[in-house]
Protein backbone atom coordinates (compact mmCIF):
# COMPACT_ATOMS: atom_id res chain seq x y z
CA UNK A 1 0.00 0.00 0.00
CA UNK A 2 1.09 3.12 -1.03
CA UNK A 3 1.91 5.41 2.18
CA UNK A 4 -0.45 8.01 1.22
CA UNK A 5 -3.67 5.65 1.27
CA UNK A 6 -4.14 5.94 4.41
CA UNK A 7 -6.07 8.30 6.60
CA UNK A 8 -4.56 7.63 9.73
CA UNK A 9 -2.63 10.56 11.32
CA UNK A 10 0.79 9.08 10.46
CA UNK A 11 1.88 11.82 12.88
CA UNK A 12 0.82 9.93 15.98
CA UNK A 13 3.68 7.99 17.72
CA UNK A 14 3.08 4.55 17.08
CA UNK A 15 0.88 2.44 20.34
CA UNK A 16 3.39 0.74 22.42
CA UNK A 17 3.51 -3.35 21.65
CA UNK A 18 1.10 -4.86 23.97
CA UNK A 19 3.39 -6.71 27.06
CA UNK A 20 1.23 -9.81 26.34
CA UNK A 21 2.12 -10.80 22.70
CA UNK A 22 0.05 -13.94 22.77
CA UNK A 23 -3.37 -12.13 23.68
CA UNK A 24 -5.25 -10.21 21.03
CA UNK A 25 -3.53 -7.34 19.12
CA UNK A 26 -5.64 -4.54 19.92
CA UNK A 27 -3.43 -1.88 18.18
CA UNK A 28 -6.14 -0.62 15.77
CA UNK A 29 -8.25 -0.11 18.35
CA UNK A 30 -6.54 2.88 19.47
CA UNK A 31 -7.17 4.66 16.22
CA UNK A 32 -10.43 6.28 16.73
CA UNK A 33 -11.63 5.94 12.79
CA UNK A 34 -11.44 2.24 12.74
CA UNK A 35 -12.81 2.25 16.70
CA UNK A 36 -15.87 3.46 15.27
CA UNK A 37 -16.37 1.30 12.62
CA UNK A 38 -15.32 -1.93 15.00
CA UNK A 39 -17.85 -0.87 17.69
CA UNK A 40 -20.81 -0.60 14.83
CA UNK A 41 -19.89 -4.38 13.80
CA UNK A 42 -19.84 -5.43 17.43
CA UNK A 43 -23.20 -4.04 17.94
CA UNK A 44 -24.70 -5.63 15.00
CA UNK A 45 -23.09 -8.89 15.07
CA UNK A 46 -25.28 -10.31 17.22
CA UNK A 47 -28.29 -8.57 16.01
CA UNK A 48 -28.01 -9.69 12.96
CA UNK A 49 -27.84 -13.17 14.23
CA UNK A 50 -31.59 -12.82 15.53
CA UNK A 51 -32.62 -11.60 12.43
CA UNK A 52 -31.34 -14.62 11.14
CA UNK A 53 -32.56 -17.10 13.71
CA UNK A 54 -36.38 -15.53 13.38
CA UNK A 55 -36.57 -15.63 9.59
CA UNK A 56 -36.06 -19.29 9.40
CA UNK A 57 -37.95 -19.87 12.11
CA UNK A 58 -41.19 -18.01 11.26
CA UNK A 59 -41.45 -19.20 7.99
CA UNK A 60 -40.79 -22.79 9.61
CA UNK A 61 -44.23 -21.72 11.92
CA UNK A 62 -45.79 -20.74 8.48
CA UNK A 63 -45.71 -23.49 6.44
CA UNK A 64 -43.91 -26.64 8.38
CA UNK A 65 -41.00 -27.11 5.59
CA UNK A 66 -37.81 -27.29 5.57
CA UNK A 67 -37.76 -27.63 1.74
CA UNK A 68 -39.43 -23.69 2.39
CA UNK A 69 -36.87 -22.65 4.57
CA UNK A 70 -33.80 -24.06 2.07
CA UNK A 71 -35.81 -22.13 -0.90
CA UNK A 72 -35.63 -18.80 1.01
CA UNK A 73 -31.96 -19.26 1.35
CA UNK A 74 -31.41 -19.42 -1.91
CA UNK A 75 -33.89 -16.30 -2.03
CA UNK A 76 -31.34 -14.68 -0.47
CA UNK A 77 -27.98 -16.03 -1.81
CA UNK A 78 -29.05 -15.03 -5.30
CA UNK A 79 -28.66 -11.13 -4.57
CA UNK A 80 -25.88 -11.52 -2.21
CA UNK A 81 -23.76 -12.33 -5.14
CA UNK A 82 -25.34 -9.96 -7.55
CA UNK A 83 -25.14 -7.06 -5.21
CA UNK A 84 -21.46 -7.75 -3.77
CA UNK A 85 -20.46 -8.23 -7.42
CA UNK A 86 -22.11 -4.56 -7.83
CA UNK A 87 -21.26 -3.46 -4.44
CA UNK A 88 -17.18 -3.58 -5.00
CA UNK A 89 -17.43 -1.82 -7.82
CA UNK A 90 -19.28 1.15 -6.40
CA UNK A 91 -17.49 0.91 -3.49
CA UNK A 92 -14.59 1.98 -5.61
CA UNK A 93 -16.63 4.99 -8.00
CA UNK A 94 -17.52 6.61 -4.54
CA UNK A 95 -17.27 7.73 -0.87
CA UNK A 96 -17.25 4.68 0.91
CA UNK A 97 -18.75 6.26 4.15
CA UNK A 98 -21.35 7.89 2.36
CA UNK A 99 -22.21 3.93 0.73
CA UNK A 100 -21.95 2.95 4.46
CA UNK A 101 -24.48 4.98 5.67
CA UNK A 102 -26.98 4.40 2.35
CA UNK A 103 -26.97 0.29 3.01
CA UNK A 104 -26.64 0.07 6.61
CA UNK A 105 -30.18 2.87 6.59
CA UNK A 106 -31.42 0.58 3.93
CA UNK A 107 -30.47 -2.85 6.37
CA UNK A 108 -32.02 -1.61 9.32
CA UNK A 109 -35.35 -0.15 7.11
CA UNK A 110 -35.97 -3.86 6.13
CA UNK A 111 -34.72 -5.00 9.86
CA UNK A 112 -38.12 -2.82 10.81
CA UNK A 113 -40.05 -4.12 8.07
CA UNK A 114 -39.50 -7.72 9.45
CA UNK A 115 -40.85 -6.64 12.60
CA UNK A 116 -44.20 -5.01 10.87
CA UNK A 117 -45.20 -7.91 9.00
CA UNK A 118 -44.40 -10.14 12.14
CA UNK A 119 -46.64 -8.01 14.36
CA UNK A 120 -49.49 -7.44 11.84
CA UNK A 121 -49.37 -11.62 11.50
CA UNK A 122 -48.94 -11.20 8.17
CA UNK A 123 -48.24 -14.69 7.46
CA UNK A 124 -46.47 -14.26 3.61
CA UNK A 125 -44.00 -16.32 2.81
CA UNK A 126 -43.32 -14.62 -0.02
CA UNK A 127 -43.23 -11.24 1.80
CA UNK A 128 -40.68 -12.90 4.16
CA UNK A 129 -38.25 -13.76 1.26
CA UNK A 130 -38.76 -10.48 -0.89
CA UNK A 131 -37.63 -8.79 2.23
CA UNK A 132 -34.98 -11.42 2.96
CA UNK A 133 -33.60 -10.47 -0.42
CA UNK A 134 -33.55 -6.87 -0.31
CA UNK A 135 -31.47 -7.38 2.85
CA UNK A 136 -29.46 -9.82 1.53
CA UNK A 137 -28.83 -6.90 -1.62
CA UNK A 138 -28.25 -4.51 0.60
CA UNK A 139 -25.51 -6.20 2.99
CA UNK A 140 -23.84 -7.22 -0.61
CA UNK A 141 -23.64 -3.67 -1.43
CA UNK A 142 -22.15 -3.17 2.35
CA UNK A 143 -19.41 -6.12 2.80
CA UNK A 144 -16.92 -4.68 0.27
CA UNK A 145 -17.14 -1.22 1.03
CA UNK A 146 -17.06 -1.87 4.91
CA UNK A 147 -14.30 -4.26 4.64
CA UNK A 148 -12.07 -2.31 1.76
CA UNK A 149 -12.10 1.04 4.13
CA UNK A 150 -10.13 -0.87 6.46
CA UNK A 151 -7.00 -0.19 4.76
CA UNK A 152 -7.91 3.18 4.80
CA UNK A 153 -8.15 3.64 8.56
CA UNK A 154 -4.84 1.53 9.47
CA UNK A 155 -1.76 1.45 8.33
CA UNK A 156 -0.33 -2.07 6.53
CA UNK A 157 1.58 -3.51 9.34
CA UNK A 158 -1.57 -3.34 11.47
CA UNK A 159 -4.93 -4.84 8.79
CA UNK A 160 -4.15 -8.54 10.34
CA UNK A 161 -5.08 -7.26 13.64
CA UNK A 162 -7.56 -5.33 12.55
CA UNK A 163 -9.06 -7.97 10.47
CA UNK A 164 -8.79 -10.55 13.54
CA UNK A 165 -11.04 -7.79 15.81
CA UNK A 166 -13.64 -8.04 13.47
CA UNK A 167 -13.41 -11.46 12.21
CA UNK A 168 -13.76 -12.24 15.63
CA UNK A 169 -16.56 -10.43 16.94
CA UNK A 170 -18.29 -11.85 13.66
CA UNK A 171 -17.84 -15.12 15.46
CA UNK A 172 -18.54 -14.60 18.43
CA UNK A 173 -22.31 -13.37 17.16
CA UNK A 174 -22.34 -16.55 14.97
CA UNK A 175 -21.93 -18.13 18.41
CA UNK A 176 -24.06 -15.92 21.16
CA UNK A 177 -26.66 -14.07 18.62
CA UNK A 178 -28.55 -17.90 17.96
CA UNK A 179 -27.69 -19.01 21.68
CA UNK A 180 -29.60 -15.55 22.85
CA UNK A 181 -32.45 -15.84 20.08
CA UNK A 182 -33.45 -19.17 21.08
CA UNK A 183 -33.62 -17.74 24.84
CA UNK A 184 -35.79 -14.54 23.73
CA UNK A 185 -38.16 -16.20 21.80
CA UNK A 186 -40.30 -17.65 24.59
CA UNK A 187 -39.98 -14.71 26.67
CA UNK A 188 -40.27 -11.65 23.99
CA UNK A 189 -41.76 -13.34 20.81
CA UNK A 190 -40.41 -13.42 17.44
CA UNK A 191 -41.22 -10.30 16.58
CA UNK A 192 -39.27 -8.24 18.80
CA UNK A 193 -36.16 -10.10 17.87
CA UNK A 194 -36.25 -8.03 14.53
CA UNK A 195 -37.50 -5.11 16.52
CA UNK A 196 -33.50 -5.72 18.64
CA UNK A 197 -32.25 -6.06 15.24
CA UNK A 198 -33.72 -2.65 13.69
CA UNK A 199 -32.67 -0.66 16.92
CA UNK A 200 -29.17 -2.25 17.15
CA UNK A 201 -28.44 -0.86 13.54
CA UNK A 202 -29.29 2.56 14.11
CA UNK A 203 -26.10 2.47 16.80
CA UNK A 204 -24.25 1.32 13.47
CA UNK A 205 -25.31 3.90 11.38
CA UNK A 206 -24.41 6.82 13.85
CA UNK A 207 -21.30 5.68 14.02
CA UNK A 208 -20.56 5.12 10.40
CA UNK A 209 -21.46 8.35 10.44
CA UNK A 210 -18.84 9.37 12.86
CA UNK A 211 -16.21 7.88 10.09
CA UNK A 212 -14.42 10.11 8.44
CA UNK A 213 -14.97 10.66 4.46
CA UNK A 214 -13.78 7.91 2.32
CA UNK A 215 -13.59 8.96 -1.51
CA UNK A 216 -11.54 7.77 -4.09
CA UNK A 217 -7.94 8.72 -3.86
CA UNK A 218 -6.68 11.86 -5.48
CA UNK A 219 -5.61 11.24 -8.92
CA UNK A 220 -8.03 8.66 -9.20
CA UNK A 221 -9.63 8.45 -12.62
CA UNK A 222 -13.28 9.38 -12.00
CA UNK A 223 -15.09 6.43 -13.46
CA UNK A 224 -19.41 4.57 -12.96
CA UNK A 225 -19.79 1.66 -11.46
CA UNK A 226 -21.26 -1.21 -14.13
CA UNK A 227 -20.39 -4.65 -15.78
CA UNK A 228 -17.55 -3.05 -17.79
CA UNK A 229 -16.15 -1.80 -13.77
CA UNK A 230 -17.21 -5.35 -13.03
CA UNK A 231 -15.54 -7.17 -15.48
CA UNK A 232 -11.78 -4.64 -14.96
CA UNK A 233 -12.13 -6.45 -11.24
CA UNK A 234 -11.67 -10.17 -12.68
CA UNK A 235 -9.15 -9.18 -15.09
CA UNK A 236 -7.16 -7.20 -12.20
CA UNK A 237 -7.47 -10.25 -10.12
CA UNK A 238 -6.47 -13.10 -13.16
CA UNK A 239 -3.16 -10.40 -13.93
CA UNK A 240 -2.65 -10.80 -10.22
CA UNK A 241 -1.08 -14.34 -9.28
CA UNK A 242 -1.38 -13.59 -5.44
CA UNK A 243 -4.94 -12.14 -5.33
CA UNK A 244 -5.79 -15.27 -7.22
CA UNK A 245 -4.56 -17.99 -5.30
CA UNK A 246 -5.88 -15.94 -2.04
CA UNK A 247 -8.96 -16.79 -3.37
CA UNK A 248 -8.85 -19.99 -4.88
CA UNK A 249 -7.18 -20.77 -1.28
CA UNK A 250 -10.46 -20.30 0.39
CA UNK A 251 -12.50 -22.28 -2.39
CA UNK A 252 -9.89 -25.39 -1.81
CA UNK A 253 -10.67 -25.15 1.88
CA UNK A 254 -14.41 -24.51 1.76
CA UNK A 255 -15.81 -26.29 -0.81
CA UNK A 256 -13.44 -29.62 -0.36
CA UNK A 257 -13.51 -29.33 2.91
CA UNK A 258 -16.81 -28.17 4.75
CA UNK A 259 -18.91 -30.84 6.18
CA UNK A 260 -21.69 -29.50 8.05
CA UNK A 261 -23.98 -30.54 5.47
CA UNK A 262 -23.05 -33.87 7.23
CA UNK A 263 -23.33 -32.54 10.86
CA UNK A 264 -27.53 -33.91 10.70
CA UNK A 265 -26.38 -37.60 9.68
CA UNK A 266 -23.30 -37.72 12.08
CA UNK A 267 -25.31 -36.80 14.95
CA UNK A 268 -27.91 -39.66 14.39
CA UNK A 269 -25.81 -41.87 13.42
CA UNK A 270 -22.17 -41.77 14.37
CA UNK A 271 -22.57 -39.90 17.82
CA UNK A 272 -25.95 -41.10 18.82
CA UNK A 273 -24.96 -42.54 22.18
CA UNK A 274 -24.36 -39.28 23.42
CA UNK A 275 -27.64 -37.47 22.32
CA UNK A 276 -28.59 -36.27 18.80
CA UNK A 277 -29.41 -33.19 20.26
CA UNK A 278 -26.22 -32.86 22.07
CA UNK A 279 -23.94 -33.86 18.83
CA UNK A 280 -26.08 -31.81 16.93
CA UNK A 281 -25.67 -28.30 18.83
CA UNK A 282 -21.70 -29.15 19.49
CA UNK A 283 -20.90 -30.02 15.59
CA UNK A 284 -22.23 -26.54 14.62
CA UNK A 285 -20.67 -24.67 17.70
CA UNK A 286 -17.50 -26.09 17.35
CA UNK A 287 -16.24 -24.73 14.30
CA UNK A 288 -17.36 -21.23 15.67
CA UNK A 289 -15.77 -21.15 18.95
CA UNK A 290 -12.62 -22.64 17.72
CA UNK A 291 -12.48 -19.02 15.78
CA UNK A 292 -13.67 -16.79 18.46
CA UNK A 293 -10.59 -18.63 20.78
CA UNK A 294 -8.22 -17.80 17.41
CA UNK A 295 -9.16 -14.48 17.83
CA UNK A 296 -8.46 -13.88 21.33
CA UNK A 297 -5.03 -15.45 21.07
CA UNK A 298 -4.37 -13.44 17.55
CA UNK A 299 -1.50 -11.82 18.85
CA UNK A 300 0.13 -15.18 18.51
CA UNK A 301 0.59 -14.57 14.95
CA UNK A 302 -0.81 -11.30 13.82
CA UNK A 303 2.51 -9.48 13.72
CA UNK A 304 3.80 -12.24 10.83
CA UNK A 305 4.85 -10.73 7.84
CA UNK A 306 4.84 -14.09 5.37
CA UNK A 307 0.99 -13.67 5.19
CA UNK A 308 1.08 -16.32 2.11
CA UNK A 309 3.16 -18.36 3.96
CA UNK A 310 0.08 -18.17 6.95
CA UNK A 311 -2.13 -18.88 4.90
CA UNK A 312 -1.13 -21.88 3.04
CA UNK A 313 0.02 -22.70 6.59
CA UNK A 314 -3.51 -22.39 7.64
CA UNK A 315 -5.45 -24.19 5.03
CA UNK A 316 -3.07 -27.38 5.68
CA UNK A 317 -4.05 -27.36 9.04
CA UNK A 318 -7.86 -27.00 8.44
CA UNK A 319 -7.45 -30.12 6.21
CA UNK A 320 -5.65 -32.27 8.95
CA UNK A 321 -7.90 -30.96 10.97
CA UNK A 322 -11.00 -31.54 9.29
CA UNK A 323 -9.91 -35.50 8.29
CA UNK A 324 -9.17 -36.04 11.86
CA UNK A 325 -12.30 -35.06 12.72
CA UNK A 326 -13.62 -37.62 10.36
CA UNK A 327 -11.94 -40.38 11.49
CA UNK A 328 -12.97 -39.54 14.87
CA UNK A 329 -15.54 -42.38 16.72
CA UNK A 330 -15.75 -39.67 19.63
CA UNK A 331 -17.74 -36.92 19.92
CA UNK A 332 -15.70 -35.02 22.45
CA UNK A 333 -12.18 -35.74 20.38
CA UNK A 334 -14.83 -34.75 16.76
CA UNK A 335 -15.59 -31.41 18.44
CA UNK A 336 -11.70 -31.04 19.63
CA UNK A 337 -10.69 -31.15 15.79
CA UNK A 338 -13.61 -28.93 14.43
CA UNK A 339 -12.16 -26.39 17.11
CA UNK A 340 -8.50 -27.07 15.48
CA UNK A 341 -9.95 -26.38 12.48
CA UNK A 342 -11.46 -23.28 13.39
CA UNK A 343 -9.29 -21.64 14.60
CA UNK A 344 -6.91 -22.74 11.29
CA UNK A 345 -9.98 -20.94 9.47
CA UNK A 346 -9.53 -17.76 11.68
CA UNK A 347 -6.06 -17.20 10.53
CA UNK A 348 -6.70 -18.14 6.64
CA UNK A 349 -9.75 -15.16 7.42
CA UNK A 350 -6.76 -12.45 8.94
CA UNK A 351 -4.25 -13.05 6.03
CA UNK A 352 -6.58 -13.53 3.22
CA UNK A 353 -7.84 -10.10 4.49
CA UNK A 354 -5.26 -8.73 4.63
CA UNK A 355 -3.17 -9.72 1.39
CA UNK A 356 -6.52 -8.81 -0.75
CA UNK A 357 -6.09 -5.49 1.10
CA UNK A 358 -2.25 -4.65 0.95
CA UNK A 359 -1.55 -6.41 -2.56
CA UNK A 360 -4.47 -4.68 -4.58
CA UNK A 361 -4.71 -0.63 -5.27
CA UNK A 362 -7.42 1.63 -3.21
CA UNK A 363 -9.21 1.71 -6.63
CA UNK A 364 -9.42 -1.85 -6.31
CA UNK A 365 -10.33 -2.92 -3.39
CA UNK A 366 -14.01 -2.54 -3.30
CA UNK A 367 -13.71 -5.15 -6.57
CA UNK A 368 -11.63 -7.49 -4.28
CA UNK A 369 -13.90 -7.20 -1.51
CA UNK A 370 -16.95 -7.67 -3.60
CA UNK A 371 -15.55 -10.89 -4.70
CA UNK A 372 -14.33 -12.25 -1.41
CA UNK A 373 -18.05 -11.48 -0.11
CA UNK A 374 -19.14 -14.30 -3.18
CA UNK A 375 -16.34 -16.51 -2.33
CA UNK A 376 -17.31 -16.58 1.41
CA UNK A 377 -21.19 -16.51 0.61
CA UNK A 378 -20.83 -19.48 -2.27
CA UNK A 379 -18.08 -21.89 -1.09
CA UNK A 380 -19.88 -23.38 1.94
CA UNK A 381 -23.46 -23.54 -0.01
CA UNK A 382 -21.21 -25.66 -3.29
CA UNK A 383 -19.57 -27.49 0.13
CA UNK A 384 -22.84 -28.47 1.29
CA UNK A 385 -24.02 -30.14 -2.11
CA UNK A 386 -20.51 -32.15 -2.69
CA UNK A 387 -20.62 -33.19 0.84
CA UNK A 388 -24.53 -34.23 0.48
CA UNK A 389 -23.55 -36.25 -2.66
CA UNK A 390 -20.38 -37.88 -1.35
CA UNK A 391 -22.13 -38.80 2.10
CA UNK A 392 -24.57 -40.36 0.31
CA UNK A 393 -22.13 -42.32 -1.87
CA UNK A 394 -19.34 -43.40 0.59
CA UNK A 395 -21.00 -42.80 3.93
CA UNK A 396 -20.34 -39.16 5.82
CA UNK A 397 -16.83 -40.06 7.96
CA UNK A 398 -15.58 -41.30 4.95
CA UNK A 399 -16.27 -38.33 2.73
CA UNK A 400 -15.00 -35.77 6.10
CA UNK A 401 -12.03 -37.37 5.95
CA UNK A 402 -11.77 -37.75 2.23
CA UNK A 403 -12.05 -33.77 1.44
CA UNK A 404 -9.89 -32.96 4.55
CA UNK A 405 -6.91 -34.87 2.35
CA UNK A 406 -7.74 -33.41 -0.61
CA UNK A 407 -7.26 -30.07 0.77
CA UNK A 408 -4.10 -30.79 2.08
CA UNK A 409 -2.94 -32.20 -1.55
CA UNK A 410 -4.57 -29.39 -3.14
CA UNK A 411 -3.10 -26.68 -1.24
CA UNK A 412 0.10 -27.98 -1.09
CA UNK A 413 0.44 -28.56 -5.04
CA UNK A 414 -0.95 -25.34 -5.34
CA UNK A 415 2.54 -23.67 -3.24
CA UNK A 416 4.86 -25.52 -4.83
CA UNK A 417 3.42 -25.14 -8.33
CA UNK A 418 2.94 -21.50 -8.09
CA UNK A 419 5.46 -20.09 -5.43
CA UNK A 420 3.70 -16.48 -5.74
CA UNK A 421 2.04 -16.77 -2.61
CA UNK A 422 4.02 -18.33 -0.93
CA UNK A 423 6.74 -16.03 -0.98
CA UNK A 424 4.35 -12.72 -0.86
CA UNK A 425 5.23 -10.95 2.24
CA UNK A 426 4.44 -7.56 3.69
Not at 255 to 281: C, D, I, K, N
Request: aromatic share 8%; with cysteine; proline share 5%.
Amino acid sequence: MDTNESTTDRREPEPKAPRRRWAMDTRPLRRPAYRRLWGSTVVTAVGSQLTAVAVPKQIYDITGSSAWVGAASLAGLVPLIVFALWGGAVADAMDRRKLLLITNSGIAVTSLLFWLQAFAGLESVAALMLLLAVQQAFWGLNAPARSASIARLVPTDELPAANALGSTVMQTGQVAGPLLAGALIPVIGLPELYLIDALALCVTVWAVYRLPSLPPLAGTAVRRAGLKEIAAGFRYISGHTVLLLSFLADIVAMVLGMPRALFPQLASQTYAPYGEGLALGLLFAAIPIGAVLGGLFSGTFSRARRHGLMVIGAVVVWGVAITGFGLSGSLWVAVAFLALAGVADMVSMVFRGAILLSAATDEMRGRMQGVFTVVVAGGPRLADVLHGTAGSAFGPRTAVAGGGLLVVAVMLVLATAVPALRRYRV
